[in-house]
Nanobody, 122 residues
Framework: VQLQASGGGLVQAGGSLTLSCAASQRTFSSYAMGWFRQAPAKEREFVGAISWQGDSTYYADSVKGRFTISRDNNANTATLQMNNLEPEDTAVYYC????????????????WGQGTQVTVSS
């Protein structure tokens, strides 16, 4: 599965951005999708994930209530809607695919997108 993340950019604090992750394969629907982020000099951090069916989501406490993950298995895409962004959300954001059940551990994921930069100014 090849993943292509897009939608990053520069936004002011309190603003919104929508990230998309496009998958190359029709078996996309067999994979849970996760979103991670990595700020400079920090380890990769779990943001949230969605089940392969799209009926279950799981978020890090730091983004709960502000970020929403969805997916469209017909279009082979996953989306991360980010609202009320804070400067602390500044990072490179990655989408990742894991066969069947989602996880918050990046080592569990099988495929990764190339990352997209999100910068939130104060």
């Amino acid at each position: 599965v090849q993943l292509q993340a897009s939608g990053g950019g520069l936004v002011q604090a309190g603003g919104s951005l929508t990230l998309s992750c496009a998958a190359s394969q029709r078996t996309f629907s067999s994979y849970a999708m996760g979103w991670f982020r990595q700020a400079p000099a920090k380890e990769r951090e779990f943001v949230g994930a969605i089940s392969w069916q799209g009926d279950s989501t799981y978020y890090a406490d730091s983004v709960k209530g502000r970020f929403t993950i969805s997916r469209d298995n017909n279009a082979n895409t996953a989306t991360l809607q980010m609202n009320n962004l804070e400067p602390e959300d500044t990072a490179v954001y990655y989408c990742a695919a894991k066969y069947y059940k989602y996880s918050s551990n990046p080592d569990d994921y099988d495929y990764w997108g190339q990352g997209t930069q999100v910068t939130v100014s104060s």
